[in-house]
């Protein structure tokens, strides 16, 4: 075995610091196979090490809440159905952040499908998905072109993968900002079903048990991927390309369908996904949880390739994958039912009662390392923080509209905020026969057959909020979450987060960081919404170009059967209710809106003000009216602001309005500041929206009536706006199709 | 009546159309394996939607080879009830219960959406329950179901008046805007579009039930 030289650790992306406690946990040197396994083990994707400190902050236990983060999934309860059966659901999010812009489709794909394998290794059916995702702006004249192929790709892996698999992706959100030009997000939130009582752990127990290996064969592909999702990207990335993996959807169906019904057998002691770090990390975790070791020998792991080395086979990212613990006596039981489903099962080694991780190969030990400190005791970084960077000013710039309804027009065109049909009609949205509400609602919302209740699912981001300040950002993205839930009528039982942001050795990020987690922290805490995992990826960086600071929210809540009354205005005639009233404003806390953004050009000041007591009351009456049939249709205030809103309302249906507002604000805030707390209700019993929203202390302002062909709106009596909805309509339902094909105009 | 639901590895709309069948239209249904090669003695068989073998050659192609294909033909062939949907259809098609081809969407794309379909004919024990020229909405999902045959089949198709529905707006190509058609005897429905995701009005539509309902009735009057 080759001499580890400084070279070799620093090719690892291990610190000298790094190296030294590695010499002292094994009490001699690493061979390259031991060192290789540290790297991933101990790269930031896979141990946390720059977010662990502050992540603690976050809170994770709550009433409904059975599993908290640790192991492959969170897991909150549901209920239980008519025979006693205690019934629960399983997500976490996940990114796929590197992979997919060097390899958009194979990144994005594989990003679904290692999120899947974590939900269904919990023992839980995968029935649905949502993504977050961010581009560069796809009309760029330098990386439009770039941008626009990234998107396609991405939305074609996330289609192939999650269609042949058979999970809906029910819902999701797309931003453009220049700073993911370089890196593009790819966050993939995923929800599966499980009982209670059928639950499983990534826990080697029971010494002596056999360590089963199914799945696809180990290939070359995707080694080091863990630490490459933990370094900048630089002009050389473009080489990493064979460090995305491949996937096979129809492997992992077949996995998902195979590990499912040997689970049923009681069979099975635990089991883990290969995820990133392969069975290097599947391994030393099961051990680790279960406070045992793993002995595995090489030789018997299924191998696509002649000629692997240890160092390649512990660290291939080969997809599709699982690694199961079976009761002794009864393997034969497992492997008989991957045999039925045509899948590759080995028995590769077995669990042993030493704590250590021993790799063999043909017999002879490659690698001996203890679990518990591999997995778990990875270095912990305080990195030092200063203020979270920030170019954009405080102050306002000069502006005044000239015309506010093509300013509505400007929207409805944008990026941001134009329909995403074109993205979402690309994914099979209703598989499973569960969807109640799919994509383009404020939440996904979804039947569950077995109790007989329904769940919402809710996914946020807003990088341009964060950017200027976020704590508040933060804040403001779990309480749009629980807001889009209020408006299906759901109360929140869980949530998870994905944090995506720049390179965490710049103080100026790593406080972005600290500050995110901490404003998560306080409002998860207030809203009731523990966290019960997530995943953090550092290190979004090209060129030293940061992206803006990404924590991505997804939030699980649960509510009876009931028909959910949607966003859209649904007769003429109905009273209109902006419950929260018309909220504060000023020129200062427009810096982050969709109208500073597509219609001034600019960004500045502070994200709107959050008052989390305010939010709370209106989301309690919301769900109120909701649930009691009050309200025909609930559409929350959010990006663009109450024009903005007004005009999604009158979409579905191509019913308008005409909304008469008193207010002292000057135009352009009054229509267009996205001041939380604020839902547009209509209903056909004002009276009742009234004593609910009275008895809960959350303001209801009346501000008009459906009806006719247009959307008008006024302040004090005088016009500020009117458009026609059919026009508008149109213009918003075709505008990523202009974007997406921006750049072949000019050749025709 | 009883109905039987195919599961390939890469079935998944299996339990949609066992769910439909069952829990909604209230039949008895059964899952059949597709190593097996016994019916159960189910009076329909559903090819459901999904991914049969994972279709990387080409939609079906491979569980054409499956040993319940065999039953299923032998079953068709003696006057069973057999019903396709999505990569159903393209098995039936693959396998000659069908004739012409289904390939890629005109669009490139995978196409997930609620469409509208015209019932073209109430002839058959699967559209019996439904008005000639009644408009239904029904779901697609699918990457490759645009229909295609020669000018003679899709003649013959419209003569023997065996085009069971058609798209009033075409999504994805094919021709003659066919999104469903029925073997000669009359006892194979092929359709692209899932009736079994349409059998719900909290999911969005309960159109697809008449396909149920006609299949029960149809059944009814057969053993009467």
Request: glycine share 12%.
């Amino acid at each position: 075995m080759s001499e580890i030289t400084p070279e070799i650790v620093a090719a690892h992306q291990l610190t000298p610091d790094e190296y030294q406690r590695i010499v002292s946990i094994l009490g001699r040197e690493p061979n390259l196979t031991e060192l290789g396994i540290f790297s991933v083990m101990w790269s930031e994707h896979c141990s946390y090490k720059s977010s662990r400190v502050h992540l603690k902050k976050l809170p994770t236990r709550g009433r409904y809440v059975v599993q908290g983060p640790g192991e492959n999934a969170g897991i909150v309860t549901l209920g239980h159905d008519a025979e006693g059966n205690e019934w629960c659901v399983a997500f976490k999010i996940e990114s796929h952040n590197h992979p997919s812009f060097i390899e958009p489709f194979q990144g994005a794909a594989t990003g679904v499908g290692g999120i899947l394998r974590d939900i269904f290794t919990m023992g839980a059916r995968p029935i649905a998905v949502m993504d977050a995702l961010r581009f560069g702006p796809l009309d760029d004249e330098k990386t439009g072109a770039r941008n626009r192929r990234i998107l396609d790709g991405v939305v074609h892996g996330i289609a192939h993968y999650g269609n042949c698999f058979g999970v809906p992706t029910v819902g999701g959100e797309t931003m453009f900002e220049p700073s993911y030009s370089g890196n593009p997000l790819v966050n993939v939130f995923a929800l599966g079903i499980a009982r209670r009582d059928r639950i499983f752990y990534g826990r080697a127990c029971g010494v002596g048990n056999p360590v089963i290996y199914v799945g696809a064969k180990t290939g070359r592909d995707g080694i080091h991927g863990a630490t490459m999702a933990s370094g900048e990207f630089t002009e050389e990335s473009r080489q990493k390309r064979p460090n995305v993996q491949v996937g096979d959807p129809f492997m992992e169906k077949l996995l998902l369908e195979a590990c499912l019904e040997a689970m049923q057998t009681g069979a099975v002691a635990g089991i883990q996904d290969m995820g990133a770090a392969g069975l290097t990390c599947s391994t030393c975790e099961m051990g680790s949880r279960a406070g045992t070791g793993i002995e595995i020998d090489l030789a018997f792991v299924p191998q696509r390739e002649e000629g692997m080395t240890p160092y390649e086979i512990m660290l291939s990212e080969s997809q599709e994958r699982m690694l199961l613990v079976a009761h002794q006596g009864r393997e034969q039981e497992v492997l008989g039912i991957f045999r039925k489903w045509g899948l590759d099962a080995r028995i590769i080694g077995h669990v042993t009662g030493d704590g250590m991780m021993r790799v063999k190969n043909h017999g002879q030990v490659v690698a001996e390392i203890p679990a518990r400190p591999l997995a778990d005791e990875a270095p912990v970084y305080r990195r030092p923080w200063t203020k979270p960077l920030r170019e954009a000013p405080l102050e306002a710039p000069p502006f005044a509209s000239a015309d506010l309804a093509a300013d509505l027009v400007t929207l409805a065109g944008s990026q941001d905020l134009c329909n995403k049909r074109w993205i979402w009609e690309q994914y099979d949205y209703m598989v499973r026969t569960n969807t109640v509400a799919g994509p383009g609602a404020d939440a996904a919302i979804l039947r569950i057959k077995e109790t007989g209740t329904m769940i919402a699912m809710a996914l946020d981001g807003n990088g341009r909020y964060c950017y200027l300040d976020p704590r508040e950002g933060a804040r403001l993205i779990v309480a749009e979450c629980a807001r889009n839930l209020a408006c299906a009528g759901a109360e929140p039982v869980g949530a998870t987060n994905n944090l995506n942001f720049g390179n965490p050795e710049r103080p100026e990020i790593m406080a972005q960081i600290v500050e995110a987690i901490e404003g998560m922290a306080e409002a998860c805490e207030f809203f009731e919404t523990p966290i019960t995992g997530g995943n953090v990826s550092l290190y979004n960086e090209t060129l030293g170009e940061a992206i803006f600071p990404t924590p991505v929210f997804g939030l699980v809540g649960v509510m009876p059967l009931l028909e959910p009354p949607g966003p859209g205005f649904r007769a003429a005639g109905r009273a209109i209710y902006l419950i929260g009233g018309i909220g504060e404003a000023d020129e200062t806390r427009m810096g982050g809106t969709q109208y500073a953004k597509w219609v001034l050009r600019q960004l500045w000041g502070l994200p709107p003000r959050l008052d989390m007591e305010l939010e709370k009351r209106v989301h309690s009456a919301v769900r109120e009216m909701v649930r009691a049939g009050a309200a025909e249709s609930a559409h929350d205030v959010s990006d663009g602001g109450l024009a903005w809103c007004l005009a999604e309302c009158s979409f579905p249906h191509g019913l308008g309005a005409q909304v008469e507002l008193e207010s002292d604000l000057r135009p352009e805030l009054l229509l267009f500041h996205e001041g939380p707390s604020r839902v547009v209700v209509s209903t056909a019993k004002p009276e009742q929206v009234e004593e609910i929203a009275a008895r809960h202390g959350a303001p209801a302002l009346r501000i008009g009536t459906t009806g006719g062909a247009e959307l008008a709106v006024a302040n004090r009596g005088r016009e500020l706006l009117r458009v026609r909805v059919e026009a508008l309509k149109r213009h918003w339902a075709e505008a990523l199709e202009r974007w997406l094909h921006a750049g072949e105009e000019i050749h025709v | 009546m009883k109905f039987g639901v195919v599961v390939f590895p890469g079935s998944n709309c299996d339990h949609d159309a066992w769910h439909a069948a069952s829990r909604v239209a209230g039949h008895e249904a059964e899952f059949l394996w597709h190593g097996d090669r016994d019916l159960k003695s189910a009076d329909c068989v559903i090819l459901p939607g999904g991914f049969s073998y994972g279709d990387y050659l080409r939609c079906g192609a491979i569980a054409k080879f499956s040993p319940i294909m065999d039953a299923v033909k032998r079953h068709a062939e003696a006057g069973g009830l057999v019903l396709g949907i999505c990569n159903g259809f393209q098995i039936l098609t693959e396998c000659g219960l069908l004739p012409g081809a289904l390939v890629r969407n005109r669009g490139l794309k995978f196409i997930c959406k609620p469409v509208r379909l015209r019932v073209e004919t109430a002839d058959s024990p699967f559209t019996c329950a439904y008005r000639r020229g009644q408009e239904v909405v029904i779901p697609i999902a699918h990457g490759e179901g645009c229909y295609v045959a020669d000018e003679r089949t899709l003649d013959e198709l419209e003569a023997e008046d065996r085009v069971a529905f058609r798209y009033v707006e075409n999504p994805n190509g094919s021709q003659r805007d066919i999104a469903g058609i029925l073997n000669r005897q009359r006892n194979v429905l092929g359709m692209m579009p899932h009736p079994e995701r349409a059998v719900e009005a909290l999911l969005g539509s309960s159109d697809g039930l008449g396909v149920f309902d006609s299949l029960a009735h149809c059944f009814a009057q057969r053993t009467r």
